[in-house]
């Protein structure tokens, strides 16, 4: 194997005035366009055949005849490294930053590219220096486009991780003259940079309009592929996750580590995290938020442990391991606070498809039970070619009254399950009229989102009958994804539940892979997914999101954008009403991960022209902590017509289980603009934990979200 004192290197040059400080440098490499599959073998740190980006799935390169004629301007430049070295398609040049011995060019630091002609471009392409861990690679960055030099408009930042392969920051196509890099962070925490190509990403195809439909804003770039994101209720913060390491996952890898990634939307900066005190590799897992706003992430790669963040000490901490060790399994908050999961695949030793019963976690106690009588067979799907291992993946738990706990999918068969005593399982139905479609189907990798908690109102789409369409040869195995869609609305708990179409016949395209997002007005945003499930590839993938209003039964198409978001992506409602939707991959194979997400920006946030709409602003809050049956209070600057709850929620693998909406109904009181409302009675409708209490304009535009936390309800409690 090759290493970094084996590879035929020429010294060369981070310049301190005359003198150089040492590197390694390939003498003499041929120019390479950034490829579609480019393994660099040897990175200073010793790791080796890291995967890089997919690239930008529209577009191409702007080649080097082009490259010529452009002017590049740059903040702080090195004799002999000037900036124009990053366009002259040498990889044997670099642009660096100025060192002397008296001073440095400190950070941040701009190159701006003139492209001499309005293009439309999509991607800003980075290449490092081979040693890129040692120092001077760029980490943190903001890339922004102009017409004319003037007006300036961000579209992506965020942090690159520090190895050698290409970087893009990728976005929607746009029409645009001049390209600014600003670096704001480098590697080994160096004051200077070096590039040694920036390539600039264009498309002949037309952006179409979208005004009124949405927009797609700046791309988020994470130093990892984010198989799973949750936010952190109390900071607002995004912490994202891959594996134990930032592109690849390993079944029966040693190291039982994760790499996480958290993203402040109020300061654009992400940082990196490695949970190593866990002993925990937290790929694949059941995710939950307890009632006081802690992350509780069950099992994955590391299949038999759990651990916890608490966002209030920015602390992951081990707790007590499950009974039964699983990855892909369902994981659901209780209306008596306490977590329960069911379902799932391997075990500690590898695959392992004997006992996957349900149990239960008790946050206070720090204590696991399992019920014998609640048995994974019982909820499972029966279509899958891939039998067991994929029976009872990523199953879909909904908390209700009584204590209960609804299973609305991926299995065709629903079913009430209650976690008291030695547990019960009953059936709930089949989901789908059978007078409108008589032969229906398991549903796996579908969505499934509590949009209205109140009314018990549940929309359940996409999937297929197997995880994937094809097996790893290319043979047709099952069917493709639906674009069914139902809405299921619960009542009380063991009894037959009623279902409906949801929309014209369903989604306008069939998805698996996708996510379904509630939005604080009461509709469900589907985006992603693809209508050829097959893992870790990008065949057929749906690039136009759609919304689901249930007031009108109608699915609208929104604005589409550019990059697949498939196997290991997610997507989030953020605290300012947007989405983000991002990840992708996690692979050393191929060429499909995923570095970044992009944020989604609903049309009730815009006017009818595109700008952004004016928002109500909540002034004052009373207590936001409050046991159901309580009462909220608030002041707002402008008259609001309705308010929602929406749960904190963790998504990964097509699931979001805590997401729930609460409508609340307002009422006046004292002075203008001034509101209460009352939480729900039931604690199975206002599941405990932390939510984001929204309330809305005549013009339907939401405000910023505050915190509420609903406790558990004293008949509940122990």
């Not at 953020?574 to 992708?584: K, S």
């Not at 002075?671 to 009352?678: A, C, F, G, I, T």
């Not at 409708?685 to 809305?696: D, K």
Request: aromatic letters at 8%; one cysteine or more; hydrophobic letters at 35%.
């Amino acid at each position: 194997m090759l290493s970094r004192l084996t590879v035929c290197v020429s010294l060369a040059s981070v310049f301190v005035g005359t003198e150089s400080i040492r590197i390694k440098w390939p003498s003499q490499l041929p120019f390479l366009q950034h490829g579609v599959h480019q393994n660099v073998l040897e990175k200073g740190d010793g790791m080796f055949g890291t995967m890089g980006p997919a690239p930008p799935r529209f577009g191409k390169q702007i080649p080097q005849e082009e490259r010529d004629t452009w002017k590049v301007d740059c903040t702080s430049k090195l004799t002999k490294h000037e900036c124009i070295k990053v366009v002259d398609g040498r990889n044997n040049t670099f642009w660096q930053t100025k060192v002397t011995r008296e001073s440095i060019d400190v950070l941040p630091h701009n190159i701006t590219i003139d492209l001499r002609e309005v293009k439309n471009v999509n991607a800003l392409s980075m290449r490092p220096l081979p040693d890129a861990d040692l120092g001077g690679a760029v980490a943190g960055h903001k890339v922004y486009i102009s017409r004319d030099k003037k007006a300036w408009k961000l579209v992506a930042f965020g942090t690159w991780f520090g190895d050698v392969q290409d970087k893009f920051a990728g976005f929607e196509p746009q029409l645009a003259q001049y390209l600014r890099l600003e670096v704001t962070s480098a590697t080994n925490g160096t004051e200077y940079v070096r590039i040694v190509d920036l390539g600039v990403w264009a498309t002949d195809v037309p952006t179409p309009s979208s005004l009124g439909l949405g927009e797609w804003g700046p791309t988020v770039n994470f130093p990892l592929v984010p198989v799973g994101a949750f936010i952190d209720p109390i900071g607002g913060k995004v912490i994202s996750f891959s594996s134990y390491a930032h592109d690849r996952f390993g079944q029966g890898v040693t190291d039982h580590t994760t790499l996480t990634a958290t993203w402040d939307p109020t300061t654009y900066a992400i940082s990196q995290r490695h949970v190593r005190e866990t002993n925990h590799d937290m790929f694949c897992p059941g995710m939950a938020f307890d009632v006081n706003g802690r992350m509780v992430i069950s099992g994955g790669e590391t299949a038999d442990q759990v651990s916890i963040y608490d966002p209030t000490k920015d602390e992951w901490t081990s707790v007590a391991p499950m009974k039964i060790a699983r990855g892909y399994q369902g994981s659901i908050t209780c209306a008596n606070g306490k977590i329960f999961i069911v379902g799932g695949s391997w075990g500690p030793v590898g695959l392992d498809f004997g006992d996957r019963n349900g149990e239960i976690y008790d946050p206070d106690m720090d204590t696991w039970t399992k019920f014998n009588d609640i048995k994974s067979e019982d909820i499972q799907t029966h279509e899958d070619w891939e039998g067991d291992y994929r029976a009872d993946n990523h199953v879909w738990l909904m908390g209700w009254r009584n204590n209960s706990i609804f299973q609305a999918g991926p299995s065709k068969e629903m079913h009430w399950i209650m976690p008291t005593g030695t547990g019960a399982v009953q059936s709930a139905g089949i989901r789908g009229p059978a007078n409108i479609n008589p032969i229906r189907h398991d549903r796996m990798c579908g969505v499934a989102a509590m949009y209205d908690a109140v009314e018990g109102k549940i929309l359940a789409a996409g999937g297929a009958p197997s995880y994937n369409y094809k097996d790893s040869n290319g043979a047709i195995k099952s069917e493709k994804a639906t674009r069914e869609a139902h809405v299921i609305t619960l009542d009380r708990p063991n009894e037959e539940v009623d279902v409906q179409i949801a929309g014209d016949g369903g989604m306008h395209f069939p998805r698996s892979f996708a996510h379904a997002v509630i939005l604080p007005n009461g509709e469900t945003l589907v985006v992603g997914g693809q209508e050829e499930p097959r893992v870790f590839t990008e065949d057929t993938p749906q690039l136009t999101p759609e919304i689901y209003s249930p007031t009108e039964n109608v699915w609208t198409k929104v604005a589409p954008n550019t990059v697949p978001r498939v196997y290991h992506s997610f997507a989030l409602l953020l605290r300012d009403a947007t989405i983000l939707v991002g990840g992708g991959g996690l692979t050393n194979q191929l060429p499909v991960n995923h570095f970044d997400a992009q944020i989604y920006i609903p049309q009730y946030l815009l006017t009818s022209s595109g700008s952004r709409a004016t928002r109500p602003i909540i002034t004052e809050t009373g207590d936001p902590t409050v046991f159901p049956g309580g009462n909220l209070t608030i002041a707002t600057d402008s008259e609001i017509v309705s308010a929602s709850l929406v749960r904190y929620g963790g998504t990964t693998h097509s699931l979001n289980n805590d997401q729930r909406r609460i409508p609340l109904t307002l009422k006046e009181v004292g002075p203008p603009y001034s509101y209460s409302m009352l939480i729900p009675e039931d604690g199975g409708v206002a599941i405990p934990g932390y939510y984001m209490l929204f309330v809305l304009s005549a013009q339907g535009v939401p405000s910023k979200a505050t915190n509420v936390q609903i406790l558990v309800s004293p008949e509940y409690q122990e």
